[in-house]
């Protein structure tokens, strides 16, 4: 695949008749992404922790768009709970669903637990996601051209997983604990690719990353240096959310993206320009990685993949 420096969000294929669930829609790379997806005609639910922002953004999109078709559903995606009341929600009524962007995150907060009592960027990033991408599978199994676009991060390369303190009670930094949940979004979105291809699904895992973009990641959850260093010292260097949301757009709706691809920005050590495909670091496409961290998800969420029967 080759660089895309003049792809833009007005490249985006037709999304008439398509259903899309975006993650962390009423903000920076989610709000960009549900309005690029609306603009093409698809109908688009904006998955939510606050539903009045979430309205906001709504009203924001149909302001320049009258006609975009928008639902505004609570999500909480570091509380499991919340992930299966929304889950609930988006089946009811709904046969089929065709795109879910795995796209909200949380970036180095001081420490702080779930309400399952999970370090909450291993919750948010990963688990919230994993288990939702289960409790939907079937819907988007329906879908038509179906795929799942889990937004990771170049920091997924200085990540490992910490089995052995999940949730930084011996050893907590919010920068490493940060990276541990980018690299788990990687290892997911590859695993996924493995196991909708083994089954024989008609369901695309790809994953895809933004390079460096100003949004409310860097300064809603950083505290201190990382605040310092991210919300304001390097901004300059930021693409804006309208650019950074441009790789997940691609991997979400470009024709020749296949399963288990990587998009993110083909500039400088990827931190900006036009979407292509990347390389997953290896250790994060090891397949007994895969399957450890699988298992492990399975366990700490309570949900099990309903994968077709290979034919």
Not at 96 to 113: E, K
Not at 206 to 214: D, N, S, T
């Amino acid at each position: 695949m080759t660089p895309h420096q003049s792809w833009s969000a007005e490249r985006i294929p037709d999304q008439s008749g398509r259903v899309a669930v975006v993650t962390g829609a009423n903000s920076g790379l989610g709000l960009t992404t549900a309005r690029a997806l609306a603009s093409r005609g698809g109908r688009v639910i904006l998955a939510v922790r606050d539903l009045e922002k979430g309205r906001r953004a709504a009203a924001e999109i149909t302001a320049g768009q009258p006609d975009a078709r928008l639902e505004v559903l609570r999500l909480d995606l570091a509380d499991l709970e919340s992930v299966r009341a929304f889950a609930r929600e988006v089946r009811a009524g709904r046969p089929r669903l065709d795109l879910l962007v795995n796209n909200a995150g949380v970036m180095a907060p001081p420490r702080t637990l779930s309400a399952q009592g999970h370090e909450i960027q291993f919750a948010a990033n990963h688990l919230g996601h994993f288990a939702l991408t289960g409790l939907l599978l079937d819907l988007l199994s329906a879908g038509d051209r179906p795929r799942v676009v889990t937004v990771s991060s170049a920091n997924h390369r200085r990540g490992r997983l910490h089995f052995d303190d999940l949730s930084g009670e011996r050893a907590y930094a919010p920068m490493r604990f940060y990276n541990q949940s980018k690299f788990a979004n990687a290892v997911f979105g590859q695993e996924l690719h493995r196991r909708l291809s083994a089954s024989g699904s008609p369901v695309r895992s790809v994953l895809a990353h933004p390079g460096y973009a100003a949004t409310n990641l860097q300064t809603n959850g950083p505290v201190g240096l990382v605040k310092l260093l991210f919300g304001r010292v390097l901004t300059p260097l930021a693409q804006s959310p309208d650019r950074g949301a441009l790789p997940q757009l691609y991997a979400a709706t470009a024709p020749d993206v296949e399963g288990g691809q990587f998009i993110g920005p083909d500039g400088t050590a990827e931190l900006r320009g036009g979407p292509t495909r990347v390389e997953t670091a290896p250790a994060a496409a090891d397949g007994e990685t895969g399957r450890r961290l699988w298992e492990l998800s399975e366990r700490l969420t309570d949900v099990r993949f309903a994968f077709a029967t290979p034919g």
